[in-house]
């Protein structure tokens, strides 16, 4: 029998607003309101505001607190029933891509369903973390080296869809999402050993042969031709400084140029005089590093540290190896993301097109990381539910 209070329903109303209030994790949220008000503030300053970008990225914030909601309502339980689903969905649709995908810049990634044009890669990095997490459930007590190995092909069927696309950015975010579940699940320290070694060396031959090895007609093989002058910008950016050595050049002197306490809002030079490239999206780190300097670095990456101690921490106390695997790996994916991207701004890293978490413009990548945010409130919150 339903209670009723005596004005009616006005009870069962304030439950059910309240409910659907508390599925989200607060604490997580009000980072990821804090890194948004960041980056909105950072997009009308870089010119959002001017060419509909504000307005387009408001809606993508609504859209991924939607999918946020929403995967927040699932169980670790039914997460499970899922995994193999959406992997294999995930696969077929990056065969679909490699058969009859749409060639945009010379890069095959996106698929025509008629009513709307979707980027499967995308659905990878849950999907992957997703699909490994319940392998391991299913294995855990028994676990050996030959799950392992089972394991990685999992990871690598996709990954090697994706770097024939080509898209080796999207590729390397798949294989970090992976190899982080295979890492929480145990994998021993003895096999990474090898793999150190092996890219110690390429790294250290790269920096000491980079003159012969960056000649124009040199074929790199295991890369497309675009991805070598990448490598080689990053080594040597003076080389091309008005082709491919710009966008490092630029981004590196907005990100110098904020020196302490930075220029102010809607005060960066190199933004406003249209010197940062992609200001908007993948280098928005530049405009609001330039505007807020060193002290507003330092509390952008505290909110970023923040959301991975929340995340590490919802992941730790979860009552299943696969809840702890998959909030685990989902967490570190936050990480990738940003390490890459301000790694990638700062000169540090090759560019790859890795868009700054909750930050940069763009409505497929925001989806993928408010789903993840998701499954993680979902996680805690039904481990709350089942100690309550």
Known sequence: MIERSPFGNRRSWRETIARAILVFD????????????????????AG????????????????????????????????????????????????AVEVAGI????????????????????????????????????????????????????????????????DLGTALLVFGAGFFVLFFAGLSFKLLIPVTVVVTLALGSLVTFEHDLCEGDLDWVI???????????????????????FHTIQSTI?????????????????????????????????????????????????????????GLTIAANAPTLFSRLLGGALTM??????FVNMGMVSGILPVVGVPLPFMSYGGTALLTLGCAAGILMGINRHRTLVQT
């Open 26 to 45: 607060v604490p997580m949220l009000l980072v990821l309101m804090a890194l948004a008000s960041i980056g909105l503030m950072s997009m009308y300053s």
């Open 254 to 310: 907005a990100v110098g140029s904020g020196g302490t306490l930075g220029k102010g809002w809607m005060q960066g030079t190199q933004t406003h005089l249209d010197f940062i490239p992609e200001r908007t999206t993948d280098f928005i780190f530049a405009v609001y590093a330039e505007e807020f300097g060193l002290v507003g670095n330092v509390v952008l990456l505290f909110l970023y540290l923040l959301l991975l101690i929340r």
């Open 48 to 95: 959002g505001g001017f060419d509909g970008r504000f307005a387009d990225q408001l809606r993508n914030y609504g859209v991924a607190l939607a999918a946020m909601w929403l995967l927040a309502q699932f169980s670790p339980h039914a997460l499970m029933r899922l995994a193999v689903p959406v992997y294999v969905l995930g696969v077929l649709l990056l065969v």
């Open 103 to 166: 060639t945009s810049k010379g890069a095959t990634r996106w698929l025509e369903l008629g009513v709307t044009r979707i980027q499967p890669s995308e659905m990878m990095k849950i999907a992957v973390p997703l699909m490994l997490a319940w392998y391991f459930h299913r294995h855990q007590g028994w676990l050996r080296v030959r799950d392992f190995v089972v394991a990685g092909l999992l990871m690598g069927v996709p990954f090697a869809l994706i770097v024939l696309q080509p």
């Open 333 to 338: 994916v936050f990480f990738v993301y940003a």
């Open 223 to 245: 890369l497309h031709d675009y991805q070598k002058h990448r490598v080689c910008t990053l080594l040597n950016p003076g080389s091309d400084p008005l082709g491919k050595g």
